[in-house]
């Protein structure tokens, strides 16, 4: 079982950054990728960025374009999301996910196991 609390969440203006946090506890030792999803008001939950644990490769979604960046800290069982140059259509409630025993980086939801609670983005104009 894994818990994941995700933080940084906030308003910005277009253009501007946050760093999303988001920490791993319980069994994570089984990890094998951790990812980050979106959802916008009305939208379906859309993949973002993921991240392999033990090779930290990384994976992007063209919505983003180059403009955020995934990375991890095993030793403190945490994934982390850079933002920058934001754009009102990233407003959307970030959400940061766990897959076990993979065996390959996934965009679908059903691929992950674990989910966190959401935090809120808003990128205002």
């Known amino acids: 079982q894994v818990q994941l609390v995700e933080s940084g969440g906030g308003l910005v203006q277009v253009g501007g950054s946050l760093r999303l946090s988001c920490v791993a506890s319980g069994r994570t030792f089984s990890t094998y990728a951790m990812g980050w999803f979106r959802q916008a008001p009305g939208e379906e939950r859309d993949f973002v960025a993921a991240i392999r644990w033990s090779s930290s490769n990384t994976y992007y979604s063209d919505s983003v374009k180059g403009r955020f960046t995934i990375s991890r800290d095993n030793a403190k069982n945490t994934v982390y999301l850079q933002m920058n140059s934001l754009r009102p259509e990233d407003t959307a409630v970030y959400y940061c996910?766990?897959?076990?025993?993979?065996?390959?980086?996934?965009?679908?939801?059903?691929?992950?196991?674990?989910w966190g609670q959401g935090t809120q983005v808003t990128v205002s104009s």
């Open positions: 996910a766990v897959m076990r025993f993979g065996r390959a980086t996934s965009i679908l939801e059903s691929a992950y196991d674990y």
